[in-house]
C-alpha cells in the first residue's frame, strides 16, 4: 500500500529531475549562478529519491520479517 505512494513520489521526482536536466541541456540558464542553482535542484532531488527508494526497500525488508 504504501509503496505504492512512494513510487508515485519517486516518479514525480524522476519528472522534475528530467525536465531541469532537459532545461539544463537546452541552455536556459541565464548566468552561471542560475545554472548551479538548477544543478544543486538536480542534486537535491536525486538525493531524495535516494532517501525513498531506501525507506521502500526497509519497508519492504521489515515486511518479509
Same mark, same amino acid.
Given at each position: ?5 512512494? /513510487? ?11 525536465? @531541469?536536466? &532537459? ?7 541565464? /548566468?552561471?549562478? &542560475? ?14 529519491? @535516494?532517501?525513498?527508494?531506501? @525507506?521502500?526497500?526497509?519497508? &519492504?525488508?521489515? $515486511? /518479509? $520479517?
Amino acid at each position: 500500500m504504501i509503496g505504492n505512494y512512494l /513510487d508515485r513520489v519517486v516518479k514525480q521526482l524522476d519528472e522534475k529531475v528530467g525536465r @531541469l536536466q &532537459e532545461a539544463v541541456g537546452a541552455g536556459a540558464a541565464k /548566468d552561471f549562478s &542560475e545554472y548551479q542553482k538548477m544543478c544543486g535542484e538536480v542534486q537535491g532531488l536525486l538525493t531524495a529519491r @535516494l532517501y525513498i527508494t531506501d @525507506l521502500r526497500k526497509n519497508l &519492504e525488508s521489515s $515486511d /518479509d $520479517d
